[in-house]
């Protein structure tokens, strides 16, 4: 049982625009807590339509310790469930995408259909009832073809985001997407540690030599690109409306979404610059539209770019460790080894979570220190660090308001 007067009295340590009391980056309760707060009450990025485009589709994934699967039922209606089996708890479906009629629980074959209802239990006593035992319903979105899902009783409104994502984002047409590449990365870091990384780009001249080829390093003024008194920002935007591609931003309360130019002369992030794939998400053949940004807090951002979306995703798998998950979705009928080669592909986002990896890793450590005091962000280079650490740290003092009336 968490003791939420202690957790809010860490809280009522922060100093703001600063980084985090040391508690909130190693202690055992707060990673308990943040599972609970935070990754149990807001909307995670699961994964893309493309991975369960069909009837009988499904996708399974672990939300800090929760096991959660998707489904797309015989009529194409898409469910979501906890994925813990009624009977006495083991996960139903391993993690990943697939294809089933039913869900068929491992231990003792009690099986699902997949909305959810237990359809068969052998052998159980006369007094059982099936109807009482369906799997326990999550809440299940899907915008411009990405999933979202939410383990909260009542998610956070969702109406607002979706009006923003869904114009910015359906001309990348992930609904005629494929999932050309995925990777897990272990990082020995505190979740929190690994999105603030995620966040800026103050570490980036020096920490990513690779990705400073394309990436505007250093022309975002208060985490935005836009430069409206410069004439090729002037030139990117007249060539967006005359493609019809809007470029936002749209900050909300738990996202931020906009589209910006590369460097000059760059159109995709990949090692070179150049497009990794032949054949184009888009419409037209011009692949020179910038990339569209868009992050969902607590744990992801995705970069759309004219013939690609990565996808990052952070999972807390313990007070001092993450999982970092990073997908690359193509156009689906992209041909791998003729439009697209996977290492061309997924080099750049590699070599950069790697470096990330080493710098989250670093920064763990240091946090750990009997010296560590917490330090001021730069407002400027780490603004969207600032927005991370506000919003987690309204969303866990309400939560723990509403449980004890401890305010701020
Ligand atoms: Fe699933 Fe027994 S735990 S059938």
Redesign the pocket.
């Known amino acids: 049982m968490l003791d939420l007067s202690m957790i809010a009295a860490v809280f009522a340590q922060r100093k703001p625009g600063h980084s985090l009391p040391q508690a909130l980056y190693n202690s055992p309760d707060v990673y308990e807590f943040d599972l609970q707060a935070i990754y149990g009450q807001s909307w995670i990025l699961a994964g893309f339509t493309c991975e369960i485009p069909r009837p009988r589709g499904v996708l399974a994934l672990t939300i800090g310790r929760s096991p959660v699967v998707i489904t797309r039922d015989r009529d194409g209606t898409l469910n979501a469930f906890h994925n813990s089996?009624?009977?006495?708890?083991?996960q139903?479906c391993s993690d990943g995408a697939g294809a089933r009629s039913r869900l068929t629980?491992?231990?003792?074959?009690?099986v699902y259909g997949l909305d959810g209802k237990l359809v068969h239990?052998k052998d159980m006593q006369p007094s059982f009832k099936a109807e009482d035992h369906g799997l326990k319903p999550v809440h299940v979105e899907e915008v411009a073809g990405a999933l979202f899902v939410s383990m909260a009783e009542t998610p956070p409104p969702f109406d607002r985001f979706r009006a923003e994502l869904e114009p910015l984002l359906a001309p990348h047409r992930l609904n005629e997407a494929k999932l050309a590449h995925q990777n897990t990365l272990v990082e020995k870091g505190n979740w929190k540690l690994v999105m603030e990384n995620a966040r800026e780009c103050y570490h980036c001249a020096v920490g990513h030599p690779e990705l400073s080829l394309t990436f505007p390093i250093g022309e975002a003024k208060g985490g935005h690109f836009a430069k409206d008194d410069d004439p090729r920002h002037q030139a990117f935007d007249a060539k967006l409306a005359s493609l019809g591609l809007s470029k936002g931003p749209h900050i909300g309360p738990w996202w931020q979404v906009e589209r910006f130019p590369l460097r000059e002369g760059q159109v995709s992030l990949t090692m070179d610059g150049r497009p990794a794939v032949k054949k184009l998400m888009i419409d037209g053949d011009d692949p020179d539209v910038g990339s569209l940004r868009w992050a969902i807090e607590p744990h992801s951002f995705c970069h759309s770019t004219s013939d690609t979306t990565v996808y990052f995703s952070a999972m807390p798998t313990g007070p001092h460790e993450t999982l970092v998950t990073c997908k690359w979705l193509v156009h689906q009928d992209a041909v791998e080894g003729v439009d697209y080669d996977v290492e061309r592909l997924t080099a750049l986002w590699n070599v950069t979570n790697l470096q990330d990896r080493d710098l989250v890793e670093m920064n763990q450590r240091g946090v750990h220190s009997l010296g560590y005091t917490p330090g001021p962000y730069c407002e400027e280079g780490e603004s969207y660090v600032q927005r991370f650490v506000d919003w987690y740290c309204d969303k866990a003092q309400d939560f723990i308001a509403a449980r004890t009336g401890i305010d701020r």
């Open positions: 089996c009624r009977h006495r708890g083991a139903v629980c491992p231990y003792h074959q009690w239990a």
